[in-house]
């Protein structure tokens, strides 16, 4: 066998996923989207953010699976002036998304 592609398999890049999670609670008018924002930013995540129409925040996020993690973790805790009452979480395949946006409402 050639052992040399074997052993580049282990060093493929992790699998992305795409989070989507919906963020209810005190969260529209607290920088909530400018803090998952920063958050998306620092973890190297791609997607977007918005304010829901029903109320609450919508994240949509891709990337590794243990970032997309930390990034749930985040939208759990909210920055200081919000209040997270309740995080609603889909997994799926990734889109493909390239950047992290805010998204108008």
Not at 42 to 66: K, M, T, Y
Request: glycine fraction near 12%; avoid cysteine.
């Amino acid at each position: 066998t050639d052992r040399g592609s074997t052993g580049t398999s282990s060093m493929m890049l992790p699998r992305h996923e795409r989070l989507s999670a919906h963020v209810q609670g005190r969260v529209q008018g607290v920088g909530f989207r400018a803090f998952v924002f920063d958050t998306a930013q620092e973890l190297g995540i791609a997607g977007s953010v918005r304010n829901a129409r029903e109320g609450g925040v919508q994240v949509e996020a891709e990337g590794p699976r243990d970032r997309l993690d930390r990034l749930l973790s985040a939208l759990r805790a909210g920055p200081p002036a919000a209040r997270v009452d309740r995080v609603t979480v889909k997994w799926s395949a990734p889109k493909g998304a390239t950047r992290f946006t805010i998204l108008p409402t």
